[in-house]
């Protein structure tokens, strides 16, 4: 099983011997140190992922996913400003492909009380979705779960599996891994039904 199949199911210590394989068979590929950090963000081990991401960023400052995942574990931390700073630069690097990076730094805007800036970016997302169809209806459900939305949340995520929007898996695992997932939406017979019908455990 690799690694992204390891990390839907939870079998996180599993990932972590098949990401430490993939840097050894890798040892000059930055994207490999860079998806070697992801079981220890998921297993709760984020002064470890954050070293991963930071030695990455030393060898190459602009590499958009180590920026984007060290974004992802200040939001975690509630280091805010950090965050908001690290999604911004992932923004810039990764150009019309930020759609990811915009929705984390909506969530951080929240997070961080900023509750106009998140605003301002649900509604520029919501504009690309409606107009250009480029945007994932997972990704303004993230921005939701950052305001505590969780009906509007649930709304957009129900549109995702409606689409068949093929993100919407490992967005879910992804977002479970970084504890952004409240009890009271894992607990919702809708969201539960949903996870079921994707074949992963609710």
Do not use: C
Not at 18 to 45: C, H, Q, Y
Not at 109 to 120: D, I, K, M, N, S
């Amino acid at each position: 099983m690799d690694l992204t199949h390891l990390l839907m199911f939870r079998r996180f210590d599993e990932a972590i011997v098949v990401a430490k394989r993939m840097e050894e068979l890798n040892p000059l590929s930055l994207n490999a140190r860079t998806m070697a950090g992801w079981p220890l963000v998921f297993s709760g081990r984020y002064a470890e992922a954050m070293r991963k991401f930071q030695a990455v960023l030393e060898l190459d400052p602009n590499h958009n996913i180590a920026t984007h995942n060290l974004g992802q574990i200040y939001l975690v931390m509630g280091k805010y400003d950090e965050a908001i700073a690290a999604f911004k630069k992932a923004i810039t690097l990764y150009g019309k492909d930020a759609q990811w990076s915009k929705a984390f730094l909506g969530v951080a805007y929240a997070r961080a009380g900023e509750t106009e800036h998140a605003l301002e970016v649900i509604e520029e997302m919501k504009k690309s979705y409606s107009t250009r169809g480029n945007v994932s209806p997972s990704v303004i459900a993230l921005l939701y779960l950052g305001l505590g939305d969780k009906e509007e949340a649930m709304q957009w995520f129900n549109s995702a599996f409606d689409v068949r929007d093929p993100q919407l898996p490992g967005f879910i695992m992804q977002i479970d891994g970084l504890k952004l997932l409240p009890q009271e939406l894992r607990d919702d017979p809708r969201f539960i039904a949903m996870m079921k019908n994707m074949g992963l455990q609710p």
